[in-house]
Every structure is written in C-alpha cells, then in structure tokens.
C-alpha cells in the first residue's frame, strides 16, 4: 500500500511513527497534542496548530485517520502535485486547529489529524468534477461524518468544519492560480 514515494504516504510515516514515539514515551503527546486557546496565549507554544496531526486518541482513531488520508491524499496529490497537495494539507490542518482552538471553551485537548483529512475532502469537492468523482458521494461522507461526530460525541466538529473551508478554499486558489 504505501510502495510508492508520494507527500500522502511520507506523511502516513510521518504520522505513525510518530504516534509509535508516543507509545514509547508516552510525556511525548502531551507535548505535541493542541490546548485551549487559554493554554496557548499564555504559553506562546503555537506550534501546537501543527503537532496535533502527529497525536491520536488509539489506535481506531489513528487508523480512520490514516486511511481516510490514503483514499483522500492519493488523487488529491495526483491532480495537484506534490507540492500544492501538501499547501491544501497545512493550510487544513492549520484552520481546522484555530477553528478549534477559536471556537470551543477554553479547557479542552485536541487531538489527530482529522482537521486536515476534512480540508482534502473540502479540496475532493473543488477538484472532483475534473478527477471524474460524484461530487454528490463526496458531499454525503462528509455529512455523514459530521452526525457521526455528533451522535458519538467527543469529536472536535469545529476542527473538521474549519479544515474542510481551509481545504476547499486553498483548492480553489490553486486552481484559480492555474489559470
């Protein structure tokens, strides 16, 4: 599954060893895992926006995440490039976690990479119709993720929403750049 050298699986590595460093040292994720915004104002640790991709919340969390970023990164990254995929990337990953960080009570912990994986599905749906995808598919996994999130509770909905706008949003400027 992961024999070819593309930005989606070096950030699957990335990820799962990281997640492994975690289990071994387990001080790790509390380093690494995104806080409240009370938390980050007082200790200037905004790296955090970041790092909270490379935590997760076990293994079931951390193997959704990893195979929605498969299926979703692979034809993302083939129709933009290595290099656009991993700006849709970043830019999901970061609004997801100040939509997060912003939008939800001062004490709380985020973790995964889930903010990003909803900013490629936000950049599946601008691309969609030139890669040959039901537009419409990819619009009902997302609803149905977001009542799932709601139905089982202690999902971070407002990190997904604010990926999938980054996502949808960096996707969009790319391809109005193209032309």
Do not use: C
């Not at 129709?79 to 976690?97: D, E």
Request: aromatic content about 12%; overall charge positive.
């Amino acid at each position: 599954m992961l024999n070819k050298r593309t930005a989606t699986n070096a950030l699957i590595l990335i990820i799962l060893a990281a997640y492994l460093a975690q289990q071994l040292l387990p001080d790790l994720q509390s380093q690494l895992l995104l806080p409240g915004l009370d938390y980050l104002q007082y200790s200037n640790e905004w790296y955090r926006l970041i790092t909270v991709a490379l935590t997760h919340g076990g293994l079931m969390h951390l193997g959704f995440n990893m195979y929605s970023l498969y299926i979703l990164g692979t034809p993302i990254e083939s129709a933009y490039g290595r290099n656009k995929f991993l700006i849709i990337f970043t830019v999901s990953l970061v609004t997801g976690s100040l939509a997060s960080v912003f939008f939800n009570n001062g004490n709380f912990v985020s973790v995964g990479a889930s903010g990003a994986v909803f900013g490629l599905f936000g950049a599946f749906l601008i691309v969609g119709k030139t890669i040959g995808a039901d537009i419409r598919e990819i619009a009902i996994i997302i609803g149905l993720n977001f009542v799932v999130g709601f139905i089982l509770g202690g999902v971070d909905w407002r990190a997904h929403l604010g990926g999938l706008f980054g996502g949808a949003l960096a996707a969009q400027l790319i391809l109005l750049r193209r032309r």
